[in-house]
């Protein structure tokens, strides 16, 4: 099962470092899979541990991926989240392109009920990964796919999600700018 989250890490100086990932739970193991080269990559491997942000303001997951990372911690814990769980490293099963990191769930705190997410945060979580591989993806892919999405954020979209889904926007159509020269 894959989870949608935010991870954060911490380098060996203390400073933290968001970022909007889906984790693979298997049992009792959470893998983390980050792209090289990548913060979280680095400083997991520096440090050995990470706090995984279970949270439904989707604004965090689009804001991560356009620059906006100053969210209210408390350590390596969102304000925002509806639970967290400490992991450590383990072990790590090295890949050129995207290490597999094995972790153990060390503590998890329950802060909040999880009421679901409608169909326009679902539009943004998809759409945040699909701006998360800009440089992966034909853009004709990109784009018949935030039509798609575009059907549920239309129908069921508060403010917070309009908000992501713009900022969303803003990066696909500043990527295709930068490499339409």
Known sequence: MIQ?????????????????????????????LPFRPS?????LLETKLAVLNYCNDVRIFAGCLTG?????????????????????????EEDEIRPKLICKILNTVNHAPF???????YSVLEAAILVSRLKMLPLEK????????KIGLDKTAGERELEAWM????AIETFKMENSK
């Open 4 to 32: 949608e989250l935010i991870v954060i890490t911490k380098n060996s100086t203390g400073v933290p470092h968001l970022a909007p990932m889906g984790v693979h739970v298997h049992g009792d193991e959470i893998h983390i």
């Open 39 to 43: 913060t979280t990559l680095t400083n």
């Open 68 to 92: 906006r990372r100053n969210w209210t911690l408390n350590g390596l814990v969102l304000n925002s989240a509806l639970a967290h769980s400490e992991v450590e490293l383990v072990r790590v």
């Open 115 to 121: 009421m679901g997410f409608n169909r326009a945060q």
């Open 142 to 149: 990109i784009d018949s796919e935030i039509a798609y999405l």
């Open 167 to 170: 900022w969303l926007m803003e």
